[in-house]
């Protein structure tokens, strides 16, 4: 069955340093693929969407990269600072237009 | 403009009882999705509407879960005879149009049966 698999443990690091989340899926070529940021006691917002032929999407101080060779995607936070503590969920097209969502990963960025 | 809106924010009902929750997706939004979130888990698909088509339903955990659409505008979602395992956020969230096409959440409904 499809599976997407994000790291379940938090992340830790300092202001002003790179942080790197990971999405990895399995039984699956989706088409496309986004990343959502969720604060607690809130729904997910939108941050990109990359295409399966895109190598790599930036916006700001985001990128995401996409391999569909390894089946993962990353998503990098250039110069972190503690307001992008957040779960960050990664979701993929499974077609007839819906989603399948990872269980996020939580990110805390250390003043 | 106003964002998508959910209603009840917080819904505490017994177990057995049936419980309905609203959503009210941006207007000129053709879809509507709802998912269910439990504690620490991924959203977990459970619907969705496009336009005046036939839903796509194959999310729904069981018969006692049911939604409805009215045109594009307003959706409740019904669960009957609830369960504890139905505790969870309910998540509504609209987009323009396509699979592609941005998908804009509500804040939740938070749902406790006791």
């Known amino acids: 069955s499809q599976k997407i698999e994000q790291n379940s443990e938090a992340l830790n690091i300092q202001e002003g340093k790179t942080a790197t989340l990971t999405c990895n899926y399995t039984?699956?070529?989706?088409?496309?693929l986004q990343w959502y940021r969720q604060d607690p006691g809130r729904g997910p917002v939108f941050l990109l969407l990359i295409r399966e032929n895109e190598k790599e999407k930036r916006k700001e101080r985001l990128k995401v990269t996409f391999d569909t060779t390894l089946k993962q995607s990353l998503f990098h936070i250039t110069a972190s600072q503690p307001a992008d503590s957040a779960t960050y969920l990664c979701a993929l097209y499974s077609g007839t237009y819906k989603y399948i969502f990872g269980t996020g990963t939580r990110l805390k960025v250390l003043a | 403009g106003a964002g998508v809106s959910q209603s009840p924010s917080n819904k505490v009902t017994e177990k057995g009882k049936d419980v309905e929750l609203r959503c009210d997706p941006i207007?000129?939004?053709?879809?509507l999705y709802w998912y269910r979130q439990r504690l620490g888990q991924g959203l977990e698909f459970l619907i969705y509407?496009?336009?005046?088509?036939?839903?796509?339903k194959s999310g729904l955990p069981s018969d006692r879960f049911s939604a409805e659409r009215t045109g594009e505008s307003v959706s409740t979602l019904t669960i009957q005879r609830t369960q504890q395992e139905d505790s969870a956020v309910y998540l509504c969230?609209?987009?323009?149009?396509?699979?592609?096409?941005?998908?804009?959440f509500g804040p939740g409904t938070r749902l406790t049966v006791l």
């Open positions: 509407f496009q336009g005046n088509s036939a839903p796509d």
């Open positions: 969230a609209s987009s323009f149009q396509s699979s592609t096409d941005t998908q804009y």
């Open positions: 207007s000129g939004h053709t879809a």
């Open positions: 039984n699956y070529s989706p088409a496309y």
